[in-house]
């Protein structure tokens, strides 16, 4: 069975750093590119960014470009979101999720519950 | 960068009507779309990929149709159990952008 798993979330001061882990299983991790996704309290999801199989390749929405970065390790089949700068507005419930890049379907078909991450003084 | 709208942003309907959601994208993005279903407090899951593919495991009343910049999600015989927030989400480039969701809800 595949699953994925999150955790690192919590609260942060303004301007301060916080890093995420998503642990993967049931699956060949380093066959897949992973996302990254948050949703804000009551709003819609927000796509944040994806790595490719062998994290070569790596793509960014333009509100989190330079502050965050995502980056994983095969060997721990492992999916990381490091955040800094973290603002008010970077404030959701974040999700790691699968993309379908292996069968070339694409779509995120397995997902994370989510980790909440909080951002206030 | 693509931009995703979707429309209604809510609906009310009874059980066993049809329902249809439409998305629509900023520029050109072949079949390269999918849709999902959230409910209060979990992820949301896979629906349509491929813009007219069924998900392993989902029901056949959901569909997806459209190509291009215009489609649609329909859910054919309305359960209670759809009532939710639905998604739809473009692959075309390599920045997957969502739309802003559509709520259904029953009468």
């Known amino acids: 069975e595949v699953q994925l798993v999150e955790s690192g979330g919590g609260l942060v001061q303004p301007g301060g750093s916080l890093s995420l882990s998503c642990v993967g299983s049931g699956f060949t991790f380093s066959r897949y590119w992973m996302s990254w996704v948050r949703q804000a309290p009551g709003k819609g999801l927000e796509w944040v960014g994806n790595i490719k199989e062998d994290g070569s390749s790596k793509n960014y929405v333009d509100s989190v470009k330079g502050r965050f970065a995502i980056s994983r390790d095969n060997a721990e089949n492992t999916l990381y979101l490091e955040m800094n700068s973290l603002r008010a507005d970077d404030t959701a419930v974040y999700y790691c999720?699968?993309?379908?890049?292996?069968?070339?379907?694409?779509?995120?078909?397995?997902w994370g519950p989510g980790t909440q991450v909080a951002v206030s003084s | 960068d693509i931009q995703m709208t979707q429309s209604p942003s809510s609906l009310s309907a009874s059980v066993g009507d049809r329902v249809t959601i439409t998305c629509r994208a900023s520029?050109?993005?072949?079949?390269?779309l999918a849709w999902y279903q959230q409910k209060p407090g979990k992820a949301p899951k896979l629906l349509i990929y491929k813009a007219s593919s069924l998900q392993s495991g989902v029901q056949s009343r959901f569909s997806g149709s459209g190509s291009g910049t215009d489609f649609t999600l329909t859910i054919s015989y309305l359960q209670p159990d759809d009532a939710a927030t639905y998604y739809c989400q473009q692959y075309n480039s390599w920045f997957f952008t969502f739309g802003p969701g559509t709520k259904v809800d029953i009468k």
């Open positions: 520029q050109n993005i072949n079949n390269w």
């Open positions: 999720a699968r993309e379908d890049s292996e069968s070339g379907n694409w779509g995120a078909d397995h």
